[in-house]
């Protein structure tokens, strides 16, 4: 039997399954647990070994991606390299940009990890986290934000954009390289996500698709919005301006959030206004988009 102590996984007798707990940790930008990659590496290989045998039409790709390779960091690089590869830049030249990523930056992969296990935490469509690897385009996504955010620190701008190009095209994700983005994310669905140069989001943050994170008008400087941990964005939602969506906020889908929305609050509409108050618990990982989880204003217990 091997437990994960992060999150909801544990491996008995094959795949890693969900089980009953979740983490309630919440923190700012890449400051959450350190977890064991080389350990991790191997029970996700173990799965993949399972799963080869079980589906022998994907063995080609398993092994490409996982079996033949020496860590989770070279999986995620071989992984991404298959799936942004296009005629301006092949599979074998893309390879070595994000080999050096992801295994020169031990940081780099433990933060790719969070957000798989995130995936697998928060996610009842995903049941084994090797999925979010292979199948799951808004891990495959945010991957990609984290290599062109790499590169832009890197004064590498230039190749910095051009991943932004190519995440925009194959994932319709489109995420400024200069965005500071934390781990443990989910992005679910991720079909048109849109973030700002300035935006930040901290760890444990959980958006549906369709989301901007955008600015107003030509307004220079910190103009896109902060979302802070455990904050929950439900689809098709848009954050405008220099907007701060405080701790374990909840944003109703189809929402227009103009002004600041404090922590522990729910809000929905268009303009957004607070429709619940005093939510105790973390709506990024519980994932309960119901708008009345606390006193409603309606109630008068605010």
């Excluded at 957000?115 to 996504?141: H, N, S, T, W």
């Amino acid at each position: 039997m091997r437990i994960l102590i992060f999150g909801k996984l544990s491996h008995m007798n094959g795949l890693h399954h969900k089980s009953s707990t979740t983490s309630t940790k919440l923190n700012n930008l890449c400051e959450t647990q350190v977890l064991d990659l080389k350990k991790e590496w191997e029970n996700l290989r173990q799965d993949v070994k399972e799963l080869a045998a079980k589906e022998p039409q994907l063995r080609a790709l398993l092994e490409e991606v996982v079996l033949n390779q020496p860590c989770l960091g070279s999986a995620i690089a071989s992984r991404l390299a298959r799936k942004l590869a296009r005629a301006d830049m092949s599979k074998e030249e893309l390879l070595p940009i994000l080999t050096e990523v992801f295994t020169g930056s031990p940081k780099m992969t433990a933060s790719a990890l969070h957000d798989m296990l995130a995936i697998v935490e928060r996610d009842p469509a995903c049941q084994y986290i090797l999925e979010p690897l292979f199948f799951f385009k808004g891990f495959l996504a945010i991957s990609t934000y984290r290599v062109a955010h790499y590169l832009w620190h890197s004064e590498r701008r230039p190749l910095a954009l051009y991943f932004q190009s190519l995440c925009s095209e194959v994932f319709a994700v489109d995420i400024h390289p200069a965005a500071r983005i934390g781990c443990g994310i989910l992005l679910d669905h991720a079909t048109s996500f849109v973030v700002g140069e300035t935006s930040i989001i901290e760890d444990n943050v959980s958006i549906l698709h369709e989301v901007t994170l955008g600015g107003t008008g030509k307004v220079q400087g910190n103009r896109h919005p902060i979302v802070r941990s455990g904050v929950l964005i439900g689809a098709g939602s848009k954050i405008l301006g220099r907007v701060e969506i405080g701790t374990c906020a909840k944003v109703g889908a189809g929402s227009v959030v103009l002004d600041d929305v404090p922590e522990h609050c729910t809000v929905a509409g268009v303009p957004a206004k607070v429709v619940a108050r005093g939510q105790a618990n973390s709506p990024a990982l519980d994932m309960d988009q119901c708008f009345e989880d606390g006193p409603s204003l309606e109630s008068g217990m605010i």
